[in-house]
């Protein structure tokens, strides 16, 4: 049957069971890894490694209630269409996701002032960093507006480069260990003195920063209508990911304390190049930093690619008017939501640097994820027809718990962190507003 005139045409899905794992590695790797390291060793001192270990416990806990909802759900939109299921309160599924989409945007443009710091000045330090960090995300909204398969094959060929450059990191930590190089009694510092209040709040503020080298997995469920067979994909495409991934960052921070001191590490918006430098190792920094730049293209590319998609499941679910579900329809690719992102994502970029846009990034997906995990347990009640994977029901609770600590003020961060947030959220709620008397407008006429 021929399609109406005013019907939009549905989502290609191109996405197989390998390049969904790819994307889901290719999305959590990156940015945070590479860039936010240097913060989180300033904030936890030579135990570097431990704010890791905790993120990757409670991404693996937040991770099985996604790969419950998904297997229920397949559809885009993620936590919003969680949320307005379990609750059915309008008003909550739109601060939702409209959290989960500024959460992606400020990723974005934490990778973009990634992109613009240490990394790129190992080349040339003439063009002011804003420029660059802009002209960067105005090129991947192009690549993202020319399809979803030549996105995710970017992706692909970026993954493979990031993943070298961390396996680089590793081989130059076992180098050391093998000649003796490093110290090891760094791994047992802390930077917190005195009271033991005073250690947990600065491994817990350590651990929520840290926590953004693990988000990204969340994105993967907004590709839902773009994978073949999504009930039995993304289970297994989501735990390796975040499998993978949390095993090399703790090797990498293991690595990283090791050979440099926590207080180089934190000066430095290119960390891992410090360590590259101090590894012992004759390995080109210009060829590590050039590495280092495709890893945040790859972050700020997934998370553009994110957001607009939110939009598009949106617009379809009536949460935001219809016109932000146009597809260029000799493309497929969500025209509204691509042009709409990236303008936010501008604004972001002017608003701070790599920490302060990292650390919002975590607190806006922490306060998600919190919610995540409890529609879980609310959504047991609904049954649906086809079979799909059921997390214990522990893991849901132990996430919400945990999720809700690190986004509690006693992860210590600064207060930019909540101003920004804030002000994201009244943003979301100006919308929201617009967006109903819209609706009672048209069902009036």
């Given at each position: 049957?021929?399609?109406?005139?005013?019907?939009?045409?549905?989502?290609?899905?191109?996405?197989?069971?390998?390049?969904?794992?790819?994307?889901?590695?290719?999305?959590?790797l990156g940015t945070g890894i590479y860039a936010t390291t240097g913060k989180v060793a300033g904030k936890v001192g030579g135990a570097l490694w431990l704010p890791f270990v905790i993120g990757f416990?409670?991404?693996?806990?937040?991770?099985?209630?996604?790969?419950?909802?998904?297997?229920?759900?397949?559809?885009?939109?993620g936590a919003a269409l969680y949320t307005q299921k379990a609750f059915k309160v309008p008003f909550l599924t739109f601060i939702v996701a409209f959290m989960v989409m500024c959460s992606g945007l400020s990723s974005a443009s934490a990778a973009a002032r990634a992109f613009s710091g240490d990394y790129f000045r190992e080349f040339t330090d003439a063009i002011p960093s804003t420029l660059i960090a802009i002209t960067f995300v105005v090129a991947l909204a192009a690549l993202a507006l020319r399809g979803v398969s030549e996105s995710v094959k970017t992706n692909?060929?970026?993954?493979?480069?990031?993943?070298?450059?961390?396996l680089i990191?590793?081989?130059?930590?076992?180098?050391?260990?093998?000649?003796?190089?490093?110290?090891?009694?760094?791994?047992?510092?802390?930077?917190?003195?005195?009271?033991?209040y005073a250690l947990m709040t600065s491994v817990l503020g350590a651990t929520a920063l840290g926590f953004f080298a693990f988000v990204g997995f969340e994105d993967s469920v907004n590709m839902a209508e773009e994978t073949q067979d999504p009930v039995r994909t993304f289970p297994r495409a989501i735990f390796t990911g975040v499998a993978v991934t949390g095993t090399v960052y703790v090797l990498v921070a293991l690595a990283s304390s090791l050979l440099v001191d926590h207080r180089t590490l934190e000066k430095s918006s290119g960390p891992l190049l410090e360590v590259v430098k101090a590894g012992g190792v004759d390995f080109p920094p210009k060829l590590f930093a050039l590495i280092a730049l495709f890893a945040v293209t790859n972050s700020a590319l997934i998370n553009i690619m994110m957001a607009s998609r939110?939009?598009?499941?949106?617009?379809?679910?009536?949460?935001?008017?219809?016109?932000?579900?146009?597809?260029?329809?000799?493309?497929?690719?969500?025209?509204?939501g691509i042009v709409f992102v990236t303008l936010l994502t501008i604004g972001l970029v002017c608003t701070g640097e790599i920490e302060g846009?990292?650390?919002t990034t975590a607190f806006?997906?922490?306060?998600?994820?919190?919610?995540?995990?409890?529609?879980?347990?609310?959504?047991?009640?609904?049954?649906?027809?086809?079979?799909?994977?059921?997390?214990?029901?522990?893991?849901?609770?132990?996430?919400?718990?945990?999720?809700?600590?690190?986004a509690s003020p006693l992860a210590d961060r600064s207060a930019d962190v909540y101003v920004r947030a804030g002000v994201l959220l009244v943003i979301g709620i100006g919308l929201w507003i617009v967006n109903k008397i819209v609706l009672r407008a048209r069902h009036e006429d």
């Open positions: 049957m021929a399609m109406a005139a005013t019907e939009q045409p549905a989502l290609k899905r191109a996405i197989g069971p390998k390049l969904l794992i790819l994307f889901v590695i290719g999305d959590i416990v409670v991404a693996l806990l937040t991770a099985a209630s996604y790969v419950e909802l998904v297997g229920k759900y397949p559809k885009a939109a692909v060929v970026l993954t493979v480069v990031e993943l070298t450059g961390l990191i590793l081989s130059i930590g076992a180098w050391a260990v093998l000649t003796g190089e490093g110290e090891p009694s760094r791994l047992g510092e802390f930077e917190a003195s005195g009271s033991g939110l939009c598009y499941g949106l617009a379809n679910e009536r949460v935001l008017p219809r016109v932000m579900g146009k597809v260029l329809k000799n493309r497929r690719t969500p025209l509204t846009l990292g650390d806006l997906l922490l306060c998600v994820f919190a919610v995540v995990n409890i529609t879980v347990l609310v959504l047991r009640k609904d049954r649906v027809e086809h079979a799909h994977f059921r997390t214990p029901t522990a893991l849901p609770v132990l996430g919400a718990i945990t999720a809700l600590i690190l």
